[in-house]
């Protein structure tokens, strides 16, 4: 039962990691001509979560599992959210766009704790998951300065 419990949980950050990627694709383009400095970041948190992607599918299949690789229900209505608000709003689509990645990598930090905190994960998931936690931690964080730099100006 522990190892059904565990793929749960590695599926469940599945899906908010692929909700990440699907999510930043949605970003590209939108900042960088205001902000291009972020872009080397931006790329490499791209980057990192296709890894994120990898290593959990890798660690449900470890688990014997078949891994349930799409992105959420909720990250789906949060991006269709996205494409109506900023269909009306007026004015910088930059600062909107910078809420809502700050919103989103809140909220898969928000999962990723409660993943810890199920305890659920074998130590090596645990160790996997920690990591990730901490990458998505800095994601917010960088994103976050952006935001408050740009509300500076």
Known sequence: MKNQEEV??????????????????????K???????????YDRMITQSKIMKNELIDLIQENGEKASDTSSVAGALHRTWIDIKNSFTIGNTEESTLENVIFGENAAIDAYQNAIDTGNLSENSLDIVSEHLKNIKDSYHQFKGISNYKNKD
Request: hydrophobic share 35%.
């Open 31 to 41: 900042i960088w001509e205001k902000y291009p400095d972020v872009k080397d970041d």
């Open 8 to 29: 749960s949980v590695l599926n469940d950050l599945l899906h908010i990691t692929n909700d990440r990627i699907q999510g930043f694709s949605k970003v590209e383009g």
